[in-house]
């Protein structure tokens, strides 16, 4: 089992939609997460990052950790094509483990 | 602010030579870790350098190596290239006095192609 699950896609929706993106993971010890967004043939763009449990709301952006569940969740609103991307969750165990752990990314895309 | 700087962006070469990859860290930070990400797939960490030293290492063979330099910038080595090692390249920089808000900005890649 890998440390890091998550649902590859494509996920396909309407522009304006709400988009979720999820991912699992098996490590109890993860107690910082992140969410990178990566564009075709780029680098990875840090989105947003949250320490242990609760949400983390940024513009159109809300992180969720819910570490009982070991699942973490992007939700983003009244989305647009510009959204369209590969999402990367990637979390580590602490502040002296900077080795983040990817899970393999979903593909969204967000059509006008 | 110039943020992570790579060279090349793309490189093409043939099994068994050996590839150097350059990384400059965006501005104030200390510390650089290279990421290998293969096609579908999520950054695998490779290694991490701070104060010149490698600090942290993946589940990456010893013909992946590197350096750092005393201005903070990288280079990260593959000797006796696979196909396999056909990848991006990608190298991230942090502040290690960030303490637990430390996270780590990503520069565009190398695109590396083993023929």
């Known amino acids: 089992q890998k440390e890091v699950e998550q649902d590859p896609g494509p996920l396909s929706v309407p522009e304006g939609a709400i988009v979720s993106l999820n991912c699992t993971y098996s490590?109890?010890?993860?107690?910082?997460f992140m969410w990178y967004r990566q564009y075709s043939r780029k680098g990875p763009e840090l989105l947003m990052y949250t320490y242990s449990s609760g949400n983390k709301e940024d513009g159109r952006f809300t992180a969720q950790v819910d570490k009982s569940s070991k699942y973490i969740s992007l939700f983003i609103r009244d989305s647009q094509p510009s959204d369209s991307a590969t999402y990367l969750c990637a979390m580590v165990e602490n502040q002296a483990g900077t080795a983040l752990i990817f899970g393999k990314g979903t593909t969204l895309s967000v059509s006008s | 602010d110039a943020g992570v700087t790579q060279s090349p962006t793309h490189l093409i070469k043939t099994r068994g030579q050996q590839v150097t990859l350059r990384c400059s860290p965006k501005s104030g930070h200390d510390t650089v870790s290279w990421y290998q990400q293969a096609l579908g797939q999520g950054p695998q960490f490779i290694f991490q350098?701070?104060?010149?030293?490698?600090?942290q290492r993946g589940n990456f063979p010893d013909r992946f190596s590197g350096h750092q330099f005393p201005n903070y910038s990288s280079e990260l080595n593959v000797n006796a290239l696979l196909l396999g090692d056909s990848a991006l390249y990608l190298c991230?920089?942090?502040?290690?006095?960030?303490?637990?808000?430390?996270?780590?900005?990503f520069g565009p890649g190398t695109r590396l192609l083993v023929l």
């Open positions: 991230a920089s942090s502040w290690r006095g960030q303490g637990w808000e430390e996270t780590q900005y």
């Open positions: 350098y701070y104060e010149e030293e490698e600090r």
């Open positions: 490590n109890s010890a993860f107690q910082y």
